[in-house]
């Protein structure tokens, strides 16, 4: 009767033997050919219009996208882990604090190509071109238009004064734009300043904070406060809602970018870098020119109601209807050198 | 001899099984040892005392309040006979099946400015009500979404319990006048005590692995000190030590759950096991117990799927459809197979634990479960990191295999499936074990002293016994698995999508209408495995 026990392990291992075969008898054959035809994608950004410029790559090119899609920093610990055996070759994701986090632990190299920089400004690339940017986003005020005058609004800092208090939304400090936006301040301001903006705001809110962006602007029109900093393609998106409930409350608010007068908007970019132990670099760089061409940046911004990082790209009619606007002119690398300091700061000031 | 041999071939394949499952928890545990740095300081200066409050309120609470719906439950359905019992059933394992983050997203989604609750008074009654009453982000909100969500872990092991122990001691009771709470409290509670801690303690371990709910509602709890080290601080080593002194404190309830449960046993004294002879509600005492059942059904299933149904007709034909049988394989493929794998092992490491006395035997199992109470994606480091060493080990095998790849398995579903095995071994064990719990060793006993082996009494009267118990295993991983998130996202191998990753990608996008399509797929699989569940067991006389 031990017979039985046997068989029903060896069962359960050829089960085990079998999926893994199915998944990496793939891999090898193509390892093996000459000139390899694929390329590994690990991805922080998941919307589907990602997945049909992935095929349209393929069809113009004839490589084939590999793509494992997660959230930022559980992909880098894997990236990480995998060490030189790894078989990314792109790592793709939101926010520039942890792109700068992935050159930092030395996870990619610096790749050069003239069409790269053709396509992308170089404030939008990293200094020594290890990640280069490809969609923008701006972190900007949302303000209720019956209550509160454009004029009356100015710049991020003078948020913190008294005539705010409890008339501010923002999300919580886990949140990584929010980790950006202090990061900025920091490198702007400096550390000090930084914190006492970080603690006056805190001192303003409307309400402790809680859920996502477009929570935010829903709590304005609910009336629990008055104006909310968030990302510009939420708003986007709430105009855009399936749900023509979104749509009402999103034409209630207005749009404002900050400090234009003084050191500008923050933004941030959703951006890609080669991985350093890449086995396939030239379709990783291939894959880099075509999504930053000016026919992909179309769809690959627009999808997300973000603004295209290449120049020769009109942004959207609903973007272009905002205007144009002052950007902050720091490093982007930056943000990722203060995101601790910034966590630390939040952690003390008591920014939930 | 023989019997000797035997029992060592169970022991060798129980220990194999137990060290496999806890090989990656030892990654964590030596956690404890790395020198706290200025982070570590940081997190226990200025946040680890409100996130450990804020933690230990959610699991109290939740705990508390699941045990008495889940009991209640149970024990309703167990012993009295009224409207619409056979359906609710099976229907109240039903909330089961809709992930606890998609239940958050969409409770939200009702209460709040633009959802139905408020829009509905707004224009249709002319109420403009302080937004306040709606918030449901907040703890009280997260407590009623993990209870209303968890309780069927408390209800389904409790059910099985109730409904297949042995009627004497109920009538018993009832002979010597006890009245119905007295029975409930002094005799049902006592003995099926072992199922309600059992479930209770993986909703406990549930809600403090969980971190897609709290973090959408902004609750701060021991989980978000976890992540907040490891990915705004970038410093694992300190993320995994918080993951340890969590994994001290599970261990600390594990202790506690067996000094609960005692040394007694309660197996079955005779032959034959009768289901309980169920009581005829009448009147107003059977329209209560109806509509207790309903409206638990509505709040943990009904009311989430019709909102849900709602927003897939929003988006419906906005979302890319065609790849959606390929998710449906895919997380039908490795729920089954990882659950499968779940049982065969509960059943081996369960009966060594019934075969050798003494106190390791018992407890060596228990440390299986600890995977359960750790962050999915603290497990998946974990699991990454052992699976590498592995690969390279095996690097010389995969090159005479002709494997142009020193990355082989790690690349591959197995990676992903082990995890899941480590993640829910827990849910499948306790299903097992309060199992073997009940049908005790009196008839093994006797089949063993009738000359018969150890594994053939295993294959002849042990599981056949245990039907019920190893299918409620083997279903309540499978939801489980289906509904899994960490995990997935990040062990999965390339193009390889499932159910569940869709939801949650849509979901983190704030963009939840869209995941309702996922979303709904999830719960029909679930509730398609629970009406086959429901189905197979329900053998009770009408």
């Not at chain 2, 404190?249 to 096991?273: A, D, N, P």
Request: aromatic content about 12%; hydrophobic content about 45%; some cysteine.
């Amino acid at each position: 009767m031990k017979k039985a026990l046997y068989i029903i392990l060896t069962f359960a291992l050829v089960i085990l033997a079998a999926c893994s075969n199915d998944t990496t008898t793939k891999d090898t054959t193509n390892n093996n050919t000459k000139e390899s035809k694929e390329v590994n994608l690990y991805t922080a950004r998941h919307y589907d219009v990602d997945d049909e410029l992935y095929a349209k790559f393929e069809a113009e090119t004839g490589i084939k996208v590999n793509v494992i899609k997660g959230e930022a920093d559980e992909l880098l610990e894997r990236i990480k882990r995998e060490g030189d055996a790894t078989q990314a070759d792109l790592f793709l994701t939101a926010d520039a604090g942890r792109l700068f986090r992935a050159k930092d632990e030395g996870l990619l190299q610096a790749v050069s190509s003239d069409v790269l920089d053709e396509q992308i400004p170089a404030n939008f690339q990293d200094k020594d071109q290890m990640w280069y940017g490809l969609t923008k986003r701006a972190r900007v005020m949302i303000y209720n238009k019956e209550t509160v005058k454009p004029e009356e609004l100015s710049t991020y800092e003078a948020l913190t004064e008294d005539k705010w208090k409890g008339r501010i939304l923002i999300r919580g400090s886990e949140n990584v734009y929010n980790q950006s936006l202090l990061a900025s301040f920091i490198e702007i301001n400096g550390e000090e300043n930084a914190k006492e903006w970080a603690s006056g705001l805190v001192a303003n809110f409307a309400r402790d904070p809680e859920g996502g962006d477009r929570d935010q602007a829903k709590a304005i029109v609910a009336g629990i406060g008055d104006v909310a900093i968030m990302n510009t393609y939420y708003f986007g998106q709430m105009l855009n809602s399936e749900d023509p409930e979104e749509v009402k409350v999103a034409q209630k608010l207005g749009v404002f970018f900050p400090n234009q007068e003084t050191t500008g908007t923050h933004v941030n970019v959703s951006g890609a870098g080669v991985v350093k132990t890449s086995k396939n670099k030239e379709n990783a760089i291939k894959l880099l020119e075509f999504l930053s061409s000016p026919e992909s940046q179309i769809t690959f911004a627009e999808a997300n109601y973000e603004y295209p990082v290449n120049k020769s790209v009109e942004p959207s009619e609903l973007l272009k209807s905002w205007g144009e606007f002052k950007e902050q002119e720091i490093p982007l690398s930056t943000l990722g050198e203060n995101n601790a300091k910034s966590i630390l700061i939040f952690n003390e000031v008591g920014w939930k | 001899m023989k019997r000797m041999a035997n029992l060592n071939s169970w022991t060798v394949l129980a220990g194999i099984i137990i060290i496999l499952l806890f090989l990656p928890n030892l990654t964590i545990i030596s956690g404890i040892f790395t020198p706290s740095n200025e982070n570590w300081e940081h997190m226990k200066e200025f946040v680890l005392t409100t996130y450990i409050k804020n933690s230990f309120i959610l699991i109290v609470f939740t705990a508390v309040l699941t045990i008495i719906i889940g009991s209640s439950l149970a024990w309703m359905i167990a012993q009295y006979q009224f409207p619409f019992r056979r359906f609710l059933k099976w229907a109240l394992i039903l909330p089961l099946s809709i992930p606890p983050f998609i239940g958050a997203y969409t409770y939200h989604g009702i209460v709040n400015y633009t959802g139905v609750v408020q829009t509905t008074l707004r224009e249709h009654f002319g109420l403009e009500l302080n937004p306040g009453y709606f918030d449901i982000m907040n703890l009280p909100g997260a407590i009623f979404i993990y209870t209303i969500f968890l309780y069927p872990y408390v209800y389904t092991i409790t059910r099985v319990f109730l409904s297949q122990q042995s009627a004497s001691l109920v009538e018993s009771a009832r002979v010597l006048g006890k009245g119905p709470w007295q029975v409930f409290f002094q005799v049902v509670i006592p003995v099926s005590r072992v199922s309600i801690i059992g479930g209770a303690s993986l909703v406990i371990l549930e809600v403090l692995n969980d971190y897609g709910v709290v973090k959408y509602y902004g609750i701060q709890t021991f989980s978000t000190a976890i992540f907040q080290t490891w990915f705004g601080l970038g410093d694992i080593d300190s993320a995994i030590k918080l993951a340890a002194s969590l994994m001290g404190f599970v261990i600390i309830i594990l202790m506690l759950e067996k000094v609960l449960r005692g040394r007694r046993q309660y197996s079955y004294s005779t032959t034959k096991v009768r289901p309980l002879p169920r009581i005829q509600l009448k009147g107003a005492k059977a329209f209560f117990a109806s509509s207790y059942g309903f409206i638990i059904l509505s709040l943990g299933f009904c009311i989430p799927v019709l909102q849900l149904m709602d927003w897939l007709i929003l988006t419906f034909g906005k979302i890319p459809m065609e790849e959606f049988l390929i998710y449906v394989k895919n997380s039908v493929l490795v729920a089954g197979i990882s659950a499968t794998c779940i049982v065969v092992f509960a059943l081996i490491v369960g009966n060594f634990g019934r075969l050798v006395h003494g106190k390791i035997s018992k407890l060596l199992p228990k440390l299986t479960i600890l995977g359960y109470s750790i962050p999915g994606a603290v497990i998946a480091v974990a699991v990454v990191t052992a699976f590498i060493a592995l690969d390279r080990f095996l690097a010389p095998l995969y090159q005479v295999l002709s494997a142009n790849s020193t990355l082989v398995l790690s690349v591959s579903l197995v990676m992903l499936i082990t995890a899941y095995i480590i993640r829910f071994f827990a849910i499948g064990y306790n299903s097992i074990e309060s199992g073997y719990d009940k049908i005790g060793t009196d008839f093994r006993d006797a089949s063993r002293s009738l000359g018969v082996g150890l594994t053939k009494t295993f294959f002849k009267v042990d599981v056949p016994m245990m039907k019920g118990a190893i299918i409620s295993g083997f279903i309540l991983v499978f939801i489980d698995i289906l509904k899994e998130i960490p995990l997935t996202l990040i062990l999965r191998p390339f193009n390889f999508d499932t159910l569940s990753t869709k939801a949650f990608q849509y979901a983190s996008d704030e963009k939840i209408m869209e995941a309702s399509q996922a979303s709904l797929l999830i719960i029909s699989l679930s509730a398609i495995a629970i009406v086959i569940f429901n189905k197979f067991l329900d053998k009770e006389p009408k």
